[in-house]
């Protein structure tokens, strides 16, 4: 049996799209095995996902291999900041431990442990580096390991260098998503190869057929009362503090009248409170963008791939358009994994704003481009990061003797 294990317990569309991804990759390779994913909530996948999640400890408590290989990624997950993890649960936790209102007053008020602490303590109180960096020599249960499309977001500190080294060494294989996770990787002492590859989900659209997404998503549209005959634009953003929510309706509702596009209003990271925010734009817009509340990845790739233009905070709401070939923006997000992907696939920085107020201008520097020149960029990734995983395929059928 090989296992899975990502963060897609959590309602996000680019997490909750590994596993998917990640299945399809290995059967279209000829893998008969079952696969297993692993996370940190156990139950059903969020999103509609269409598979479950078994709880990691499951194979940290065990004495013997339950896996013949593990697969770990992708994702931002080679890091050690292992509270600040924890705190992406904090919602969806408090909903799980019940009466959330009442643990949130507990919290506040009564000075009671937080749900944080809480989770930290049932979920991540485990011996690693960081909860995703696990040492397959201290945990018998994981198998062989292998790291796959894995980003690296923080520089790893002298005391952290040794521990996640020894741990990223003895892994069966390692590949990372752009260049500066390797070159942190690097200056933490590893020695072995580190495989730099576009992102696995830009393989998305030769799984799920661009012509027929499109179809889907022109229907999830319209059901949405979307004019499907007009220019659509699809935005997300998390709200990040000091969003200049004016500034975003301004340059959105310019477009939408130059171009008479509509603006579909996307929330890809509920897990962010995308959807707080995207409501909160579109009523500040009176009604003239369409909030589009889908819940399942499926519907949110469907609506991507019928999408004319991306603008967007989301990774992998920029990745999934360039795999389909739609021209895309990056929104103004103070994380380099943004500049790695656009590296990693050979785009500009200039697809990444500097502020909202720059939309416009670089909306109309998008339309001066070839009509492939988005598509072409996707093809080349596409290839790099199939073969990538074609190392790790091989690499894991010798360990197993098939």
Not at 65 to 76: E, K, M, T, Y
């Amino acid at each position: 049996m090989v296992g899975h294990f990502a963060a897609s317990d959590r309602e996000n569309f680019g997490d909750l799209l590994y596993p998917v991804i990640v299945r399809k990759m290995m059967e279209s390779r000829g893998c008969s095995e079952e696969i297993r994913y692993y996370s940190f909530l156990d139950g059903p996948a969020p999103g509609d996902s269409g598979y479950a999640i078994s709880c990691i400890r499951e194979l940290l408590e065990a004495k013997t291999a339950l896996l013949s290989s593990l697969i770990i990624g992708g994702g931002d997950i080679l890091r050690t900041d292992t509270v600040t993890l924890a705190s992406h649960y904090k919602y969806i936790y408090r909903q799980r431990l019940g009466h959330p209102v009442l643990q949130w007053l507990g919290e506040k008020w009564l000075k009671k442990q937080t749900v944080v602490d809480k989770f930290l303590e049932r979920y991540m109180s485990y011996d690693a580096p960081g909860p995703f960096l696990l040492d397959q020599k201290k945990y018998p249960g994981l198998g062989s390991v292998y790291y796959c499309s894995c980003g690296a977001p923080l520089d790893f500190t002298a005391d952290e260098k040794g521990r996640v080294r020894d741990v990223l060494e003895s892994a069966a294989y390692l590949s990372v998503r752009d260049r500066q996770s390797r070159e942190k990787l690097l200056a933490a002492g590893v020695t072995r190869d580190i495989h730099a590859v576009p992102d696995l989900i830009m393989t998305i659209s030769d799984y799920y057929d661009p012509a027929t997404e499109r179809r889907k998503g022109q229907d999830i549209l319209r059901s949405f009362g979307v004019d499907t005959g007009k220019k659509i634009v699809s935005f997300q953003c998390m709200p990040h503090a000091g969003e200049p929510l004016a500034e975003i309706v301004a340059q959105l509702t310019r477009y939408r009248e130059r171009a008479d596009a509509e603006i579909v209003l996307l929330p890809l990271g509920y897990c962010h409170a995308d959807d707080r925010f995207l409501k909160r734009l579109c009523r500040e817009s009176g009604g003239a963008f369409r909030y589009l509340g889908v819940r399942s990845i499926f519907d949110m790739l469907s609506v991507l791939a019928a999408s004319d233009l991306f603008v967007g905070t989301s990774m992998h709401g920029n990745i999934t358009a360039l795999s389909y070939g739609i021209p895309h923006l990056f929104g103004p997000i103070q994380v380099d994994k943004a500049e790695g992907f656009l590296d990693m696939v050979g785009l500009s920085a200039d697809f990444k704003l500097k502020s909202w107020a720059e939309l416009n201008d670089k909306a109309d520097m998008i339309a001066d481009l070839d009509s492939d020149y988005f598509s072409s960029r996707a093809a080349r990734a596409k290839k790099e990061a199939h073969a990538a995983f074609d190392l790790l395929y091989a690499t894991l059928c010798s360990a197993t003797g098939k």
